[in-house]
């Protein structure tokens, strides 16, 4: 963090009315901010943790429900619910399950940070792209927890910063100047929007700093892998 910088607001209501606002775009740009490396990305996250069995899966900060439909894809037989607390990011997930013939994922409106579910009830709690998001990144990360069956795995697949020094601060040039120009141009909302992604990225825990916290909020053995020359990093806790 530098001198005088305003923490990045992720007030409920602020970060609700965001992901309402750019909705639509929401897909094409994460795949265009990506290079399309993000559906790269969310395979690497179903074959690390992969179902086993019939438990169900829930995908938390689902948005337009793309991991939940990669664990559907490899799941066999076991329910999908993907849960999101921006009712337009779901409507968009329905529309996609409509599409995907046979899909039978179920979308509800909830907040990662009181989900609606009983005690150890998944097989895998995951969120892509989300926890960053969420106003208290603990308070998520325990409620997944909560969730997950003993010896069931969550998953996070979140953004970070390249660990090469050199890659680090072109990236983070990138990041800070071009990045919110091209997000604005496409999704024509608030400034908002795109100067809250790279702060949410450069402000928010990772690596080992993350892997404790998800220790602490109970899991076990959990390992990391940097993607993609570290512009993503993907962990798996062991409940």
């Not at 968009?92 to 005690?119: C, H, M, T, V, Y």
């Not at 909302?189 to 404790?212: C, D, H, I, R």
């Not at 916290?213 to 959990?222: E, I, T, Y």
Request: charged share 20%.
């Amino acid at each position: 963090m530098g001198h005088g910088q305003m923490t990045v607001d992720k007030s409920g209501g602020r970060v609700r009315r965001m992901f309402g606002e750019i909705s639509p775009r929401y897909d094409f740009l994460n795949h265009f901010l990506s290079g399309g490396t993000d559906i790269y990305w969310r395979w690497r996250a179903v074959r690390m943790a992969p179902p086993v069995g019939d438990a169900p899966i829930l995908d938390v900060c689902t948005g337009t429900g793309d991991l939940a439909f990669s664990y559907e894809k490899r799941a066999q037989g076991a329910a999908v619910i993907g849960s999101d607390f921006t009712h337009e990011m779901l409507v968009l997930a329905n529309k996609k399950r409509e599409a995907a013939s046979g899909s039978r994922i179920e979308f509800l409106e909830a907040d990662a940070q009181r989900l609606p579910f009983a005690d150890d009830s998944f097989q895998i709690v995951s969120v892509a792209f989300g926890l960053r998001n969420v106003a208290d990144t603990m308070q998520g990360l325990q409620e997944m927890t909560r969730v997950c069956q003993p010896g069931g795995k969550v998953v996070v697949l979140e953004f970070s910063m390249p660990e090469n020094r050199l890659f680090r601060s072109c990236y983070r040039w990138y990041f800070r100047h071009i990045l919110p120009r091209i997000g604005q141009l496409l999704a024509r909302n608030s400034q908002f929007a795109y100067n809250y992604l790279p702060q949410s990225v450069s402000e928010f825990a990772q690596g080992e700093t993350l892997a404790t916290m998800m220790k602490q909020a109970g899991l076990a053995s959990v390992i990391y892998k940097p993607l993609t020359f570290g512009i993503a990093t993907l962990y798996v806790g062991t409940k």
